[in-house]
Every structure is written in C-alpha cells, then in structure tokens.
C-alpha cells in the first residue's frame, strides 16, 4: 500500500476513498464537534503492505491506544445505516493496529453482511470498508443518544443511554444502559432512573448530551444517532448517523400561550371535579356570560363572533378546574370603557397574578383617541344607563327568579325518583332553559355588588382614614338576612338543647342520627335545618358530592362540638351605620351620602349571598335529576354503579337518552373515564397558574407549590376583612366531613365554601389560603362578627394544628406565637 492510502483531516472528504463514517467524521471535526484525532485507510485486498504507513500515521496520531474501526461506503447513511454488521476493536496497542486493521476488514467479506446488503438491495460484494484508526477516549462514561425517539417516532423527545467506561458493550446490546428521555426543546427530564442507586451521568452530564444531539441533528437538518464519551468533564463526539427507523411527521411550531388560573373557582370547585361536574360548569358558565354581555350591551353579532372565548372560560388540568384566563381577558376586554380604563377593568378579574403584558397588549384594544374616545364615552353611557335601568328594577327581577326558580324545582324527590329516562331528561332541559338561560337576578347583583362594595369601602376610607375600614366591616354584618349566617345559628341552638347531656354528645360526635329520637325538640330542629339546607354540603357546586341529607355525620359533629363548648363571647352586630352620625356629626352632606352608599352596597352584599343559596338549591336539583338518571341507567344494566353517571359528560348522558349521542357503549366509557381518574387523583398539584405553550394536548404537566408570603420573623401576610383580634389554638382542616373544630379554635383551611359554615360556628377565627374581601368565608365572617384574613398564601404549609396564633383581621397579618 503507498502513502497516499492513509488520509488524515482536511482529505477526509470523499466517501468512495474513506467510506460514509469516516466522512462524517470529517464533516462533524469541520463543523467544531470535539471529535477524538484519527486517519483512515482506503479499502485494499492487500493487508501486509500497510505496516510501514500505519506506523508513521500512528506516530503523528500520537501515543496510547487505538480504536479500529469499519467505515463502509454507505455504513451510516441515510438509508442504511449497516449497524452491527462490521467489526469494530477497541483498546488496541499500536503494535497490533495492523492486525486489528486486517481483521476489521475481515469482517466486510462475512455471509451475514453479504446477505444484508442482499436484503437492501446492495452489492452483496461491495461490502469491504475502509478503516478509521482513532485515539482511545479514557471515558469515565459513554454511550449513545437520540435526538428523536427511535422507538416511538416522537421528534420531541432526545433519549439518552449511558454505561460507566467505555460504551461498547451498550452499542453491541449486551448490556442495558441508564436512560434519560428529555423534552427536546427544553431539556426538560421525562424519565431518568430511579433514585437511590450510583448514577452513572449527573444532571449536568445528561444536559450536556442531549444538547450535543440536538447540535449535530441541526447541523445536519435530521434527527441523529450519536456515540459520546466523557472524559472527565470534556465531551467527545464519536460518531452520529442519521435515524433510519421512520419517525413520527414533523411538528409544526405552535407558540399560542394558554394560561390556567384558579384563584377564584376554587372555592367552587376545590380539588378534582368528576367530567359530569365539569360539563355541567362549563356549559353554565358559558350561557351565563353570554347574557352577562348582552347585558352590559353587547350587540349579538359581537357576542356570536366570540363563542369559541364563550365555550372554553374553564380548562380541566388533571381532574382540576381552572380558568381559562386568556379567554377571560378576551371577554373582558368587549366591555365598554375598557379601552378607557384598562387597568381598573384588569383588575376586576380577581387574579392574584396579572395576564403577561406582551398578551394583555395583543387582546386588548387600543385607546381610542378623538372622536373613537368619544364613541366609546358613548357606550360607556349606554351601558351605565343600562345597569342603572336594572339596578332600578332589581327587587323585580329578583322576584321574578325566585320565581321561575320554584316553578323549576316544584317536583319533590319522590317525584324524581318516579321519572323514566325520557321524563328526567326533559326535567333538566326545564333547568337550564328555565334558569342557566335566564340567570339575570345573580348575574346582575353580582356586577352590581362588586362595585358597590368595591366603591363604598374606598369613599368610607377617604372621608374617613383608617377607622372607614373598620367602619365598612361593622356595615357589612348584623343584617340577620343573609342566609348563610343561619346554618352556625341553628347550630349553636340545637348545641344548647343538648348541653350537658353527655351521653347525647358522644352519640351526636359518633354519627349516630337514631340518637336523635331521644329528644324531640332536636330532631325537630334537625329536621327542619335538613329541609332547609340539605342540599349544603362541602364542595357543594360538584355534582358529585355527598349531601347533608345523605350523609348528616359532618352536621351531628358539629352540634356535639357546640354543646360540649361553654357558651362565647357575645358577637359584635353591625352598627357602624349609626356611628355615622358621631363620626360625620359636622358633615351632614357626606354623611348622607355615605350612609346611602352604604346601605346600598350591604343589600347587594346579602342579595349577592342569598343568591349564591339558590344557586346551591339548582345545583342540588341537577344532582338528584342525574343521581335518579344513574339509577335508571344502571336499572337497564347501561352502568354498571348508579354513581357511574358522574364518569360521562351531560352532553353525553343526554345523547345517550335522546338519541344525538356518538356512543351507547356507556360502560367503556366509563371504564375508560376511571382509569384517567385514578391517574389524576395521583398526579401532583399542578400550581394556581400553568402555562401552556402551544396546543393544550401537547404539554406535559408538572408540579407546583405555593410558598407562603412571609411580612416578617414569624409573621404571615393575607387580606384582611373582618376586623378584630383573636389569640388562640389552631385548628388545620383540609376536610370538614372528616375533622371537627373545637369551640373557640381559629379555623385554618386552603379554601372554604358554603358546606364549611357548620364549622363557622365554632371558630373564634378564620385563616383561608385562598379568597377575596367577597368570598364566601369573608362575607360569613362579617356576619358572624369574628376576624378573617384570607388570601394568605402558604398557610396550610407554614401553620400546623395546635399552633398559638394571633390573627388580626384588620390589618390581615396572622402571627406564630409558638
């Protein structure tokens, strides 16, 4: 052989000399792949007369030993990659290179190759390779990886195998390597081994490798199959070649930004709500607001040109219900005057984080300037005339929601439970026709409130300094009207009827309702408190919960927890009205018109609570109309459990009864809707805000915590909204159908709702994760006259049971004491 046969970089370029591995070698060197030095030698039938230049090559290389390998003119290459066919030696001393040169050779003249390249459509006998002679690595590990996955075709995953040493025994399949399969765009890890055992790469090493496949796919515009080693912390390239198994189609970029928020919709619908629920909530929601634009005026065409926004304000992540806050800003920002006063408007949707800026500015419209101002002044106009024509004729509208709720639920339970499929299928139609569709009272209370509550408590701190605040809390409680307050009343006196019985008491702390035989007075009472408030139960608005009717036990706890506490203190009553006339005493003006302004927000207050009743009452007609349909399904042996019925959609429930469904298989879809439950009921909670790039199907969700808002040593800072000051033991509940709050202990909890009221009337005060001065656990709190801080961010993580606290609900500052 003569001098010219052996190649070193630049000449390694033409794969009919050098073979396709080598050339990409080549290429890979030239591109600044840090690629272990090496020459090749052009295929020859001779082998004894390449000794004199391997042994000067070898010199140039270098000393310490050799990797000898095959490099076939179309090994590696797009279409055939001829993996596993040549041999390939490693560890060769420099004397033995010429040996090990010949044997590789060897290994392109094997019957096996032959009938390889047979099978492909290649000369069975153009199989002899050139050689690559290359400086060893000494690899504290090494292995391959995948830019795309071979195994599933996905494009978006890198896969990454690693063995300690060297990776030859990995390549050959003799032994399984440790892998990692990572997001190809982020590096985000899929999977990685399980912890506790030695780990071959470090985190930093498998980041470093699935960005050098990244790097040598783009470099070569497809997805590759590369060989590495880590010397130390220096990573070698050893080889890449292109996927040759197909692979999945291209993905499409995709940088639409979704955003999931829940700050507000979990106090309605905490923890995993089952597909029924969510179908029901999500169509509720969606005629609903359609009304509410109409309402704020709206014209149709706009209001039809949004139905896509309309039909996704929830998004369901992992069982968990949020809002779709993107379609909500996109909503919002129809409303007159937003482009006037956007950030005001921004912040009525209640979020404890704002939209981003760069998408808050791409949905919402530009502020007018001239006469574009001055048309929108105009629909301001037309909009405020509007709410004042309703707020004029709210009682009547109000009565007439009553009444068409009454007319809607005048069917009693046993009627229910009498009704075929087809009669509890248009009894829901009545429902949503009668009611979602016409749901004007709440709706417009509700926006009515909110800035009536919102505007009086800022007058009443500007004409009165910081004691308005106190002032405004007094307002909003001692109406004796709001009926969420009744619930820890009657509590209290049915507690009293049992005082000092004490075999009454463990009976009631038991569960026990046959007890209640023994005193009439109490059964009377129970019974008249379960008529009215039976459909009250935690996580109420879920269709699926367990209802005080069914299951009374969280009641009975809570009138045991009341008669075995000595009576309280006696609550404060709302009269800050009256103190007007002190505190205004030289401005009859403004007193006037504050005790108006107030008197006007605390009736949408009471009217705001006394409506969300009524909605507990239609939610809890749904759920005995489905509750009864389940039965009947199950009856006709359609569901295999009569509570199946919360596993399918209502659009579906429906479908299946009246004929427009897609399925009647409903046991497989139910089958198939409880193997995702059990799935997300075990996956991690995905935080109060996920972003979504791209379409929602496509990205993975991870795990989220909350951090607590620390305000100083042992101190936490939420809102406050009820005034006082307690010092007391607390009491962390994460289910009140579970666990009981003693007489006098500060409740602490993520979130509440109307089911937690039985609770109330034990708390000397109330501490919630989550909230706003109008949520539920707020307006209750005022009410009953006992300090509330809510939106206090970490609490259940950073408070523990037993903890001494000191809560001030002026100022929402919650100290550890101990």
Not at 486 to 510: K, S
């Amino acid at each position: 052989m003569t001098q010219h046969a052996i190649h070193f970089l630049p000449e390694v370029r033409d794969v009919a000399r050098v073979g396709g591995k080598a050339a990409v070698l080549a290429r890979l060197a030239e591109l600044g792949f840090d690629v272990p030095a090496f020459f090749v030698i052009e295929p020859t039938r001779a082998a004894d007369d390449a000794q004199p230049g391997i042994d000067a090559a070898l010199q140039r290389l270098g000393e310490g030993r050799y990797a000898v390998r095959s490099s076939g003119r179309e090994e590696d290459g797009s279409a055939h990659s001829h993996a596993g066919q040549f041999l390939s030696l490693l560890g060769v001393a420099a004397a033995d290179v010429p040996a090990a040169v010949g044997r590789v050779r060897a290994s392109g003249a094997t019957d096996s190759l032959k009938e390889y390249r047979r099978s492909r459509g290649l000369d069975p006998e153009g199989g002899m390779p050139a050689v690559i002679v290359q400086r060893m690595v000494d690899a504290r590990a090494a292995g391959v990886a995948f830019s795309a996955d071979p195994v599933s075709g996905r494009r978006d995953r890198i896969v990454i195998s690693a063995t300690a040493g060297l990776g030859d025994r990995l390549v050959g399949g003799e032994i399984d390597g440790e892998q990692h399969i990572l997001d190809g765009a982020t590096g985000a890890v899929f999977q990685a081994p399980e912890e506790g055992g030695t780990m071959v790469l470090a985190p930093q090493d498998v980041a470093a490798v699935a960005a050098l496949a990244r790097k040598v796919a783009e470099a070569f515009g497809t997805p590759q199959d590369i060989e590495w080693a880590l010397a130390g912390d220096r990573l070698y390239l050893l080889q890449a070649r292109a996927i040759t198994t197909p692979l999945r189609a291209i993905q499409q970029p995709d940088h639409h930004t979704t955003i999931f928020d829940n700050s507000n919709i979990v106090e309605s619908y905490p923890g995993f709500v089952t597909p029924l629920t969510y179908s029901f909530a999500q169509y509720a929601y969606a005629r609903v607001y359609r009304a509410f634009l109409a309402i704020c005026g709206i014209d149709a065409a706009r209001i039809r040109a949004n139905g896509a926004a309309l039909d996704n304000m929830l998004g369901r992540i992992d069982g968990r219900v949020y809002y779709n806050l993107v379609n909500w800003y996109r909503l919002l920002a129809l409303l007159p005057g937003f482009s006037l006063n956007r950030t005001h408007m921004e912040a009525m949707m209640g979020v404890d984080e704002p939209l981003p800026k760069d998408i808050a500015d791409t949905l919402a419209p530009p502020r007018p300037q001239a006469f574009a101002a001055l048309a929108e002044w105009a629909r301001v106009g037309r909009m405020a005339g509007k709410l004042a024509f309703e707020a004029i004729r709210l009682r009547r509208t109000i009565k007439g929601f009553h009444g068409r709720l009454e007319a809607a639920l005048a069917n009693d339970a046993a009627a229910i439970d009498r009704m075929s499929l087809t009669e509890l299928a248009r009894n829901y139609r009545s429902i949503e026709a009668t009611l979602l569709d016409r749901w004007d009272a709440p709706l417009i209370n509700d926006f009515l409130c909110m800035i009536a509550f919102g505007s009086s408590r800022k007058l009443t701190e500007r004409w009165l300094g910081a004691s308005g605040l106190a002032l405004h809390n007094d307002v909003m409680i001692g109406q004796g009207d709001i009926i969420s307050a009744e619930p820890p009343r009657r509590i209290a006196r049915m507690g009293r009827l049992v005082a000092g019985d004490a075999a009454m008491i463990a009976a009631l702390a038991r569960g026990d309702r046959s007890a209640l035989a023994a005193n009439p007075a109490l059964a009377a009472e129970f019974d008249d408190y379960i008529a009215r408030f039976g459909d009250r139960c935690t996580e109420e608005l879920k269709l699926e919960s367990i209802t005080l009717d069914v299951n009374p036990r969280p009641l009975l706890a809570s009138i045991a927890a009341a008669a075995s506490q000595p009576a309280g203190e006696a609550r404060r009553v709302g009269d800050g009205i009256e103190r007007l006339d002190t505190l205004l005493a030289g401005k009859p003006m403004r007193r006037a018109i504050l005790k108006r302004v107030l008197g006007w927000a605390r009736a949408r207050v009471r009217d705001r609570e006394n409506l969300r009743f009524e909605r507990t009452r239609i939610f809890g007609r749904a759920r005995r109309v489905f509750l009864a349909i389940g039965r009947q399904l199950h009856a006709h042996d359609r569901l295999d459990a009569e509570r199946d019925i919360f596993f399918v959609t209502v659009q579906e429930v429906l479908g299946a009864i009246e004929g427009a469904g897609l399925d009647r298989d409903l046991k497989a879809l139910v089958a198939m809707r409880k193997q995702q439950w059990a799935r997300d009921c075990a996956s991690p909670y995905p935080g109060d805000r996920v972003v979504m790039i791209g379409a929602v199907v496509t990205n993975e969700v991870r795990a989220a915590a909350p951090a607590a808002t620390q305000a100083g040593d042992g101190e936490l800072q939420g809102t406050g909204c009820s005034v006082g000051i307690v010092t007391a033991r607390a009491r962390v509940i994460s289910d009140p159908a579970r666990e009981h709050l003693d007489r006098g202990e500060i409740l602490v909890a993520r979130h509440t709702d109307p089911g937690w009221i039985s609770l109330f009337t034990n708390a000397s005060a109330i501490v919630v994760e989550r909230g706003s001065l109008l949520s539920h656990s707020a307006i209750v709190a005022r009410e009953l006259g006992i300090p509330c801080v809510v939106g206090l961010k970490g609490a259940m993580a950073k408070i523990a049971s037993g903890d001494t606290l000191e809560v001030d609900g002026a100022s929402g500052k919650v100290r550890k004491l101990s």
